[in-house]
């Protein structure tokens, strides 16, 4: 019946519409395949409208745990004007109850946009009267906003953040990246008129940024500042810096800058340059605290010895264009003598007998003009003359610390390294990095840069700068009853670039030291710039050393041997001298428990709270120290009440709390 | 009744699934909009089932009309279908009006799109003519000049509605079936080179078929105006990716897509059921065109075949036409997606279509 022509028209039909089925496919696997990417972005980017919202920051803690900035959930109020019926009324409620401007605030209701804020990071009882206004069209989020608890403390170590919560200087600028948590948003669904979708809710996704455990002691790190601030109150110093280190692991115990700035209003601050930690961000020339490297390195190359005697030109003593001085006139000192009267004559002349190229390799070993990496932003490396550049009266001006210059991170890192059997560390603040759970992410170790100079040439350094805090040392404000410290003083006259020379009134003074130095727990530098009057870094620097060394150790555990003295009697007397604030008291009786030579001062996990309902003071610390707990006292008498409740786990680094009546 | 084994399969399984999925998805697309619009979100869906249950009503009524009684009718039917049209356009009291075109006859609450059927009218007087010129068809008088006065005669008062995509597809059926009935290539050729000049000019001197024109060479043109349908359209599919977003959680529905549960409900069968859901429509369609073809070969008579090929396009024509718009593959046209979009007219004709092409198969040469 068909004829065959017809068929194969037909076919032809058919192969055709196959053809196009093809091309349909093929576009669409082009768009739902190739192209898919590209085009859910832009579906994704129409239905979804983000508001960028501030994210809760990662903590910032001490290394017990004490919170050194934080940030706290605040209520920020939007409003999606499409949904507001009376834009007047509504503006006139919302303007009275925040005080702000009612006409700013109208012109926000009435907009075109689906979404603008009313008012960002507000306190809980302005947020909690526009709540009750209960307006359609307003709502609210939380957001995080950062809080320094003790404003006062370590702030230029911590930094702060701007207005929009990202850190901008210290440990904030430096490790934002840990601590600002993945960008949290408002999710809100909407359909081409922009309205919300019904369908979808409001979505919050954030997730808090990491909290930063410093190795900074928020005890140690109050004492230092304590004291800086005292001595620069008293000597009218332009400033100057505090830096408490472990020396045997590198950590900073505490790192303290004047003048002080709260970083709650930093912006109120004229100038920048008081937000910036100095004690890596500025270098200055040692002075007199630099010629123990010197002796270090004419012990290790037995080049001199202790008892060698040079003769110091009975204070003066040119060499090519240039007449160094001593303070007095000193005639033959040996080399301890030199170190101990801090003679700079005879420092020059050890140091010719060195040779540069000599000297010049033990400053680079002892990390001088190079970075140490302590973990902050904008560290600078100091400055050491090339040694092609070096003239005779450069070993000379070395020898003592003028011509080169050094942050204050590098010369405690180096100094450390005489107390630490000659291992250079490498000095860091961040002790660890935990995320969101508490679990530690990283985790920082003491590192050993390079061994400088052997344990004997340590042994041997240590027991020619022992001497300076006796008798008629210069450092003799710096001794600690029941300690010996070992240390140095320096008095460097600052450059003055407008005459081409040093200043004749303007000094830095500072002192360096360590102790107990038979067995170093803690290296203090104490650093004072331009005091008035008084400028000796005997006078000015070495009391601050041993302020902050006596309260530090005490705090530590610390005891002297061989004085009879019992650890309370000495808690009671150290006390007594420093004022301490009052819930280091019970932290000091804890401390006790602990090996006075472990720098381990890591708590073991401990259990429960027990009960104390009922005990005696007396009895709730011994108890407390059985269970290693820290307990803050309130009050006298019985104990009536407890924070956290007995039978409750206890938050690492949480003290707790217990009221007498 | 038809008993089972006296139907092709195949075919009425792919219409069955094609007119399920149609339910489901015109739900999908169209409750949120008739929530705004009508406070009611299934007042599409109520209406889409009640044009379900008759398109049933009539495929079960083709199926058992033997198909050679529309020849004995056939001038009736056209008739009734250019009056249907004519009324359409000069009658306004009973049509009514939307989005500038004048293309549905109001029947108390029904609405009906007459050139639908006169689609239909007109395949059945050219599968009636040509084989009954079978003998003449070859000549320019009786195989060229007729079926085309015809078809232009209908294709005119379509045009004055203003469909220019059913128009269209009504000229490209004619085209075909002159094609597969053998008329001349050549005269073939010079019918689509006549035509040519004037689709350019109807394409060139309407504002919004040009700029749709535009649109399709660069849809990205402008994405917020212009092009905004098809660039959602787009989008839809780049969402739904191979395995969908999802039945019901489409976004592309919520007003970004005009016409979601109409003209563009494929881009919203590719946002929610992807690559699997397009293709698994591709292969239904490829379904019904290799067995319309096959019943067309199996037909008892000439009047037969050219009837079942020409249903057949009238199908999977407006089917490719309607995916090829809403993939940027061709201009945008306004055409229906044969048993998947919301509107009555369509449903019920192209059902009415399938009946036919039963009745065929049950009087197929055996």
Known sequence: MIIPYLKFRVIIILLSFVSIFIIIFAKTVELQVLERDKLKAKADNQHLKTMNIIPMRGSIYDREMKELAVSMEVDSIYAQPFRIDDAGKSANLVAAALSIDRKELESKFTSKKSFVWVKRQLDFAKAEKVRKLNIQGIGFVKEGKRFYPNPQVASHLIGFVGVDSKGLEGVELGYEEYMAGTSSRLIRERDALGNEISLGSLRQESSKGSDIVLTIDKTIQYIAEKELFKVVANSQAKGGMVIVMAPRTGEILAMANAPHFNPDIFFEYKSPNIWRNKATTDAFEPGSTFKVFLLAALFEEGAARADDLFFCENGHYSVADRTFHDVKKFGWLNLTQIIKYSSNIGAAKAGDRLGKERLYRYIKDFGFGAKTGVGLPGEVGGSVPLLKEWSKVTIGNISFGQGMSTTGIQLLSAFSAIANNGYLMRPYVIKRILNGKGDAIEEFRPSVIRKVISEETARRVTNVIREVTKTDGTGVRAAIDGFEVAGKTGTAQKPDFSVGGYSSDKYVSSFIGFAPADNPEIAILVVVDEPSGEFYGGAIAAPVFKEVATQSLAYLGVFPRGMGTTAQDWNTRVKGAVGYPKDRIAKSLYITQKEPDSLDWERKDFSHMPDFSARTVRSVLRLAREVQIEVRILGSGKAVYQKPLPGEKINHGQAAEVWFK | ?366
């Open chain 2, 1 to 366: 009744m038809i008993k089972t084994s006296e139907i092709d399969k195949p075919l009425i399984l792919a219409m069955m699934a094609l007119v399920a999925i149609g339910f489901v998805m015109v739900y999908s697309t169209s409750y949120i909009m008739a929530m705004k619009r009508f406070g009611n979100e299934y007042f599409f869906i109520k209406k889409h089932l009640m044009f379900i249950a008759l398109g049933f009503l009539l495929f079960f009524i083709a199926a058992n009309v033997e198909y050679r009684l529309y020849k004995r009718w056939i001038y009736l039917i056209i008739f009734i279908s250019l009056v249907s049209l004519i009324i359409l356009t000069f009658v306004h009291s009973i049509s009514s009006e939307a989005g500038g075109a004048r293309r549905w006859i109001k029947l108390g609450h029904l609405t009906f799109q007459p050139s639908e059927p006169a689609k239909l009218a007109v395949v059945i007087y050219l599968a009636y003519y040509l084989a009954a010129k079978k003998d003449k068809i070859k000549t320019f008088s009786i195989g060229v000049i007729p079926p085309i006065i015809m078809s232009g005669l209908f294709m005119l008062f379509i045009l004055k509605e203003p469909d220019f995509g059913t128009a269209l597809t009504l000229g490209a059926i004619t085209i075909i079936m002159m094609f597969i009935a053998g008329v001349r290539l050549r005269y073939l050729f010079s019918i689509f080179f006549a035509a040519m000049p004037i689709i350019y000019l109807m394409v060139t001197r309407v504002d919004y078929r040009m700029k749709r024109v535009l649109v399709f060479l660069d849809p990205w043109m402008d994405p917020g105006g212009a092009g905004f349908q098809l660039v959602q359209s787009l989008i839809a599919f780049g969402a739904g990716g191979i395995w969908g977003v999802g039945l019901g959680e489409g976004k592309q529905k919520l007003f970004y897509l005009p016409e979601a549960h109409t003209d563009f409900i494929l881009s919203v069968i590719g946002e929610e059921l992807g690559l699997i859901g397009v293709s698994a429509l591709l292969i239904l369609y490829l379904i019904i065109l290799v067995s319309g073809i096959r019943i067309s070969f199996k037909a008892a008579d000439l009047f037969g075949q050219y009837l079942a090929i020409g249903i057949t396009m009238l199908i999977v024509l407006q089917a490719a036409v309607n995916m090829a718009v809403v993939l940027a593959l061709l201009p945008t046209k306004g055409l229906t997606l044969p048993f998947i979009s919301y509107g009555g007219t369509s449903l019920i004709v192209n059902m009415t279509g399938m009946g036919i092409l039963v009745n065929i198969w049950r009087n197929r040469e055996t």
